[in-house]
Nanobody, 124 residues
């Protein structure tokens, strides 16, 4: 079971970016996938989740700006980020867990498989 996050980079405030999380060793219709981020000097913060049935959760910190979705044929989960702000600067991680029920938590301790992280820098 592996995850590979990609798509980070430098973007200006107000811009957009789409992150990808490619899953291998399992299928997305059996796992929940969540996105987390960790800003410099801060703890890891959960921001979005999509469960095995495709139902999504987005936290208030990014609601209205970020969306999460998936493409089953390529086993990839996306995080689309719009109206980016300097405070969105962080390393973004995806995480996976095969929950028995339709759970989609955004607490770090609930997940046991993590991607390597991709850096997003929002700056002019």
């Amino acid at each position: 079971v592996q995850l590979q996050a990609s798509g980070g980079g430098l973007v200006q405030p107000g811009g957009s970016l789409r992150l990808s999380c490619l899953a291998s060793g399992f299928t997305l219709d059996s796992y929940s996938i969540a996105w987390f981020r960790q800003a410099p000097g801060e703890g890891r913060e959960g921001i979005a989740c999509i469960n095995k049935h495709g139902r999504t959760t987005v936290t208030n910190a990014v609601k209205g700006r970020f969306t999460i979705d998936r493409h089953l044929p390529t086993n990839t989960v996306y995080l689309t980020m719009n109206l980016l702000k300097p405070e969105d600067t962080a390393v973004y991680y995806c995480a996976a867990k095969g929950f028995d029920e339709d759970q989609c938590p955004v607490e770090e301790y609930r997940y046991d498989t993590w991607g390597q992280g991709t850096l997003v820098t929002v700056s002019s």
